[in-house]
């Protein structure tokens, strides 16, 4: 069975940080590029940042360059988001996904094969 469980999301003020995991399984994960989402109530979930299936590739938003570090670790299955100097607006659900495709890089929902549950992140200002 596919899952992809995300970890790691909380309550934090404005300027601090949070390390977001995602644990897979059922899967190779090895296999699939991987990316984090989010999304707030009432608007379309969004990419953040994605990473290669090598792990030497990333991509990110514009609002999460320079503040954001995607990361993986094949052998523990796990992929994380290092979320630094955080910021009211990124509050939302968090979201890590799996694309088995090479088309990773567009970080379109639609393309993605495989998503967790979610993970609230909450920034107060």
């Known amino acids: 069975q596919v899952q992809l469980v995300e970890s790691g999301g909380g309550l934090v003020q404005s300027g601090g940080s949070l390390r977001l995991s995602c644990r897979a399984s059922g899967f190779t994960l090895a296999y699939y590029a991987m990316g984090w989402f989010r999304q707030v109530p009432g608007k379309e979930r969004e990419g953040v940042a994605c990473?290669?299936?090598?792990?030497?590739?990333?991509y990110y938003d514009d609002s999460a360059k320079g503040r954001f570090t995607i990361s993986r670790d094949d052998v523990e299955n796990m992929v994380f988001l290092q979320m630094d100097n955080l910021k009211p607006e990124d509050t939302a659900i968090y979201y890590c996904?799996?694309?088995?495709?090479?088309?990773?890089?567009?970080?379109?929902?639609?393309?993605?094969?495989?998503w967790g549950q979610g993970t609230q992140v909450t920034v107060s200002s």
């Open positions: 990473i290669s299936k090598s792990g030497g590739i990333t």
């Open positions: 996904a799996a694309d088995f495709s090479d088309s990773y890089y567009r970080m379109r929902v639609d393309e993605y094969d495989y």
